[in-house]
């Protein structure tokens, strides 16, 4: 019964923006911690940003001061603002459900389907 429904995502010019949603269903969202993944062509799936069921949040190296995770339990839904988008950020992004604070694959065990964000001039 759980569900995770990534939205938002699309084409958008390096430097522009985009807000990705992640709908959740089937269990209590503030009770896990929820992690954005993405995964380009011919490349393995890396590890974004994650948020705790606490509030913290840990963003890779590479999004740092460009992405912003949060949530809003109220609406079951967890959020991933990117702004200065590069061409290098091209890739399908997904959202998991897991434990704890990181982005090791191995702490998350829902997945959803995953939306493309395209960057491109």
């Known amino acids: 019964q759980v569900q995770l429904v990534e939205s938002g995502g699309g084409l958008v010019q390096p430097g522009g923006s985009l807000r990705l949603s992640c709908a959740a269903s089937g269990f209590t969202l503030n009770s896990y911690a929820i992690a954005w993944f993405r995964q380009a062509p011919g490349k393995e799936r890396e590890g974004v940003s994650c948020?705790?069921?606490?509030?913290?949040?840990y963003y890779t190296d590479s999004v740092k001061g460009r992405f912003t995770i949060s949530r809003d339990n109220a609406e079951d839904t967890v959020y991933l603002q990117m702004n200065s988008l590069k061409p290098e950020d091209t890739a399908v992004y997904y959202c998991?459900?897991?434990?704890?604070?990181?982005?090791?694959?191995?702490?998350?065990?829902?997945w959803g389907q995953g939306t493309q964000v395209t960057v491109s001039s």
């Open positions: 948020s705790s069921n606490s509030g913290s949040t």
């Open positions: 998991a459900r897991g434990y704890g604070l990181g982005l090791e694959e191995w702490q998350y065990d829902y």
